[in-house]
Each structure stands twice: as C-alpha cells, then as structure tokens.
C-alpha cells in the first residue's frame, strides 16, 4: 500500500512541475518521475563481499515554447517554480525542431492494462544473501570447477509517473528479481569460466538457485581444452543465449531515430523481405510480466503488439513521436523515457520459434561452429558489416565434438538475416528472447 501511496505523491509533484512550467509561459509541457528503489548481495567462496542498496526519485521536465523545447532534471524534488522556469529560459534559446511535440490528446492512452508487473513479496538482505549462496554452492559442487567468479542476488523496484499538459496521467510499478553467478573450471592458464543468470519480474518464475549454479559450472567445465580451428566458411549455430544478440542488432537497425538520421543498414529495407518465409519477430509490450512490459509509452500513447517481421517481411520501424513526425509516419507508441526526452525502442522482442529442434537443425549442419559467447561489438550499424568473436564448439558429423575459442566469426546482416533458420526451443528468459539458429555460408577466421 505504501508504494501506492509514494505514486500518489509522485504524480501530485509531476502536475505540479507542468503546472508551474504552463504558468512559467511553456505553451506545452510533460513531467516524469521515476522510482527506484534496489537491493543487491555479492557473494563469493561462500562468503558475503558486499551489499548494496539504493532509493531515490527523480524528476524530469519537458517544456515547449513554439518550435523550441528544453528538459531538465532533478533527482530530488526542486521547487516546481524554480525548476519549470529554468527549464522555460533553456526553451527560449534552444534551437526549432519542427518535429518534437506532446502526442495528439487524441491518441492518449485512456484505459491502463494490468500486466502484473508487481510481486508484493519483498526480500531482505539475509534473502538475498541465501540465494546468491545456493548458487553458488551448487556451482563449486559440480566436478572440474576449481574456483568461483562469485555470484549476485538482487531486487529492484521502479516506477514511472507521466503526466502532460494535455492531459495524460499515468503510472506504474514494476518489480525486478536478478540471480547470476560464475564458475571457474581448470587451473592455471588452461581455466575456463562461464555462467548462469537470469531475472524476472516475480520471484516465483525465476529458475531455482541450485539449478542456476549446476548449470553455470556445467558450462564451464565443458569449455575446458578449447582447440582453434582453421579459417573456413561453414555454417555456425548460434545457442538461444546468443542469438538474442542477432534481434538486438535488428532492433537497433530499424530504431525510427536511426531510420531518420540516414545511418542504417535497413533504411530502404521498409516493406522488403529480409528472412525467409515463414520467419516471425515481434514486439509485445503487452506481455504478462514480460521484462519489457508497459501499460503506456513514454509519450502516454497505448502500445500494442506489433509483427516487426511478418512473414519474412521488414514492415515497420520502432517510432516515437517525433521520429514518426520526421519519417511521415505515425507513432507506433514505442517511445522509451527516463527523465529525459522519449527516444523510440523496443520492449520484449521476440524472434518466434521455428518447426525444426534443436538438435535436428544441429545435425542438419553436419561440420560447423556451434556458438555460445559473442565477444566484442563490431557490427557496423551504416553498412550491416559483422565481425565479431566467438566461442563455442565444433560440431562434426552433425554433433558437439570439442570447445573451441579464440575465433572470428565475420558476414553482412542482410545476408545473415535472408539465410538465417529457427528452431523450436524458444524460451522467455530475457527482455529479448530467441530459439537457436542456424546460418550456413559464414566466413570463420581461426588459425
């Protein structure tokens, strides 16, 4: 009930900063407030290392005075007449964007869906201590690990509060329960590490700490005696913990901020195929509990699900506002906010599973690179250019055959994406979730 109360007060003082900012001679005005509050316990060779909390609100304000607008923040609540005609003397100076503007208060959201972002349970230190413990515990119990990277439990609580001149008023709460830990196999110069994490808005759908530890040291062990291979061409399997990173590189090509400054791969790709038929990524910001859910944009506007990929098909960009302005478009109501202004993005993007398993499309390979860990980020957002490393195991006669490291995996995205295959095993584990794939034709710099 508390914190119901404390969003109460939060959108109290964001009415009062658009208040202040209209009586300031602001023409238009937005104000956000986001709650943070967080706990975190470090753990390592069974002992506590640190603990960490944190609490505070912070307060943005966006004004508008003809063409001109200006922000300003404060992480502790300013006096509104100060802060909104500090903000309205930025505005007055700043240069015209024909593009920024509140949403159409015809377009606002009216009605907010209960998502169910909010576990009431509430963990203390000692809690959090117990589960980066068993972790761990169950880590360093798995037989090859020799050493522990440590392990980390923690909780969060934020909150966003949007209110508008124009009339919007809404907020929401959303609860956020982390574990992680990492295991050290081998000794000497011959040790591996991997890890294990994962986090959920409530507790209960997070997997259990002795199955996140077993895993991490199992993943470790595993990596011991990696061998190089020589350079090739070869197709490469990318692990569903990886091949999150090809949506990510999707999402940020088709980013509407992107699109309108000219400086993606994608941006004459609208409406063109891009994979294969039958291949579907979308965008739920409406997903029960999902990571990325949002009862309303940054803007106020109501989001819904769209099909980013339909069918194969590239049919839309992520839009704010204003993006949408400068392309000729209309917002799809992914603007993102903190207490800054609303730039566009995703919110649980999802690259949908395929008809084949896992282990079918692996042995459909026959000799390749089966990738677990991407290194580094040298993707190159103007031209789709990739290279990036790698690690993994090499996959002979159609199985796993022996880890193999210190390897460069190198194509072009647009190539990559039309020859890229999904398989079955999709799982929601991350705000941005994806089967394991298969590409065929890559080039593999090793030795």
């Known amino acids: 009930m508390s914190d119901v109360l404390d969003q109460s007060a939060l959108e109290a003082r964001a009415m009062a900063l658009v208040d202040a900012a209209r009586r300031a001679g602001a023409d238009a005005a937005d104000a956000v407030a986001v709650r943070g509050q967080s706990l975190s316990v470090d753990v390592r060779l069974g002992k506590v290392e640190e603990a960490e909390r944190a609490e505070g609100d912070d307060f943005g304000l966006r004004v508008f005075v003809g063409r001109r607008n200006a922000t300003v923040s404060a992480n502790a609540f300013t006096d509104p007449a100060e802060l909104a005609a500090r903000a309205v003397a930025m505005a007055r100076v700043a240069p015209e964007d024909p593009y920024a503007d509140l949403a159409d208060p015809a377009e606002l959201a009216t009605a907010f869906p209960d998502l169910d972002l909010l576990d009431p349970s509430t963990p203390g230190s000692a809690d959090l201590a117990a589960r980066a413990l068993a972790a761990e515990d169950a880590a360093r119990a798995v037989a090859g690990v020799s050493n522990s990277g ?66 991490a040291g199992e993943r470790a062990v595993r990596r011991l005696a990696p061998r ?179 390897i460069t995996v190198a194509g072009n995205l647009v190539d990559m994406f039309s020859r890229l295959t999904p398989a079955d095993d999709l799982e929601y584990r991350y705000g941005t979730n994806a089967p394991t794939v298969a590409i065929d034709g890559l080039t593999i710099a090793g030795r």
């Not at 830990?181 to 994962?198: F, K, W």
């Open 150 to 215: 440590g392990a980390r439990a923690s909780w969060s609580l934020g909150g966003l509060v949007l209110v508008t001149s124009t009339g919007f008023r809404g907020s929401y709460l959303a609860s956020r329960h982390s574990l992680s830990v990492t295991a050290i196999a081998g000794e000497g110069t011959a040790m591996q590490r991997d890890y294990e994490g994962g986090s959920k808005a409530w507790y209960g759908d997070l997997d259990p700490a002795e199955t996140m530890g077993r895993k």
């Open 228 to 406: 190089k291979v020589p350079t090739q061409t070869a197709a490469i399997v990318w692990e569903p913990r990886s091949a999150v990173s090809l949506v990510a590189h999707l999402s940020s090509a088709i980013n509407g901020a992107s699109i309108a400054r000219k400086t993606s791969f994608l941006k004459d790709k609208l409406g063109q195929r891009l994979f294969a038929a039958g291949v579907r990524i979308s965008d739920n910001p409406l997903r029960p509990r999902g990571l990325g859910s949002r009862p309303f944009d940054g803007e106020g506007l109501s989001p819904q699900p769209l099909d980013i990929i339909d069918d194969g098909v590239l049919t839309t960009w992520f839009l704010d506002c204003a993006t949408a302005r400068e392309l000729g478009l209309k917002s799809n109501a992914r603007a993102s906010r903190g207490v800054g202004s609303p730039s566009p993005g995703a919110t649980n993007l999802t690259l949908h599973a395929g008809t084949v398993a896992a282990a079918d499309l692996i042995a459909s390979v026959g000799t390749g690179l089966y990738v677990t860990d991407m290194i580094g980020s040298g993707v190159n957002g103007v031209t789709g250019d990739y290279s990036r490393g790698a690690s993994g195991f090499w996959i002979e006669n159609g199985e796993l055959a022996y880890p193999v490291s210190e």
